[in-house]
């Protein structure tokens, strides 16, 4: 059974930094694609950063320059480095998998990101 935990979350003040980590159990996530969303209230769930199963990393325009998403297949976690937070940042941030072996899609349960200006 695929599971996925994200952790990192928190409170910090625009300016500021975190750093968000999707742990994987049950799959090889080097055997699929790994991304990040937010969904802040009331709004919809859009992508932030998707990292493929080949490394290939793509940003939405919003974050670009300021997030990093990185991958240790060795801990078969992924990595969302946040910089330069903005009180826009704030949201419910997901980690999401799909395998590429059958476009299976899996989410972790979400953490939350609050940027105070």
């Known amino acids: 059974q695929v599971r996925l935990v994200e952790s990192g979350g928190g409170l910090v003040q625009a300016g500021g930094s975190l750093r968000l980590s999707c742990a994987a159990s049950g799959t090889t996530i080097s055997n699929g694609d790994m991304a990040w969303y937010r969904q802040a209230p009331g709004k919809q769930r859009d992508m932030v950063a998707r990292i493929t199963s080949a490394g290939n990393a793509n940003y939405a325009d919003s974050v670009k320059g300021r997030f990093t998403i990185s991958r240790d297949n060795a801990k078969n976690t992924v990595y969302l480095q946040m910089n330069s937070l903005k009180p826009e940042d704030t949201a419910v941030y997901y980690c999401?998998?799909?395998?590429?072996?059958?476009?299976?899609?899996?989410w972790g349960q979400g953490t939350q990101v609050t940027v105070s200006s």
């Open positions: 999401n998998w799909v395998a590429s072996a059958n476009w299976r899609s899996y």
